[in-house]
C-alpha cells in the first residue's frame, strides 16, 4: 500500500468514527442528515437543469459522494463542491 491509500484510509476510517459517535449520542442527527441530503439532491439536480436549459454542460453531477457531502456539511459543502469544480476547470 502506498502512502497516500494509507493516509486516505486513516482520514476516511475518523471521518466514519466520527459519524458513528454523533448518531449513536444524538440519533435524531441521522433524520438531519436525510433532510439535508434530500435538499442536496434538489438543489444538484435544480442547477443541472438550469444549466442544461442555458445549454451549460452541468458543473457537479448528484452522485451518492456529491449527496453525501452536501448532508454532512450542508450548504458550505455543496458551494464547495461547485467552488472546487470551477477552480479546477
Do not use: D, W
Not at 442547477?47 to 452522485?63: E, M, R, T, V, Y
Amino acid at each position: 500500500m502506498t502512502h497516500e491509500t494509507i493516509i486516505l484510509f486513516i482520514v476516511f476510517s475518523a471521518f466514519l468514527f466520527t459519524i458513528a459517535g454523533l448518531i449513536k449520542n444524538r440519533p435524531q442527527y441521522l433524520v438531519l442528515l436525510g433532510i439535508r441530503g434530500l435538499f442536496s439532491f434538489l438543489f444538484f439536480r435544480i442547477i443541472n437543469k438550469i444549466c442544461f436549459a442555458a445549454g451549460l454542460p452541468s458543473i457537479i453531477a448528484a452522485n451518492p459522494l456529491s449527496i453525501a457531502a452536501g448532508s454532512v456539511l450542508g450548504f458550505p459543502g455543496i458551494l464547495l463542491l461547485y467552488l472546487s469544480k470551477l477552480y479546477l476547470l
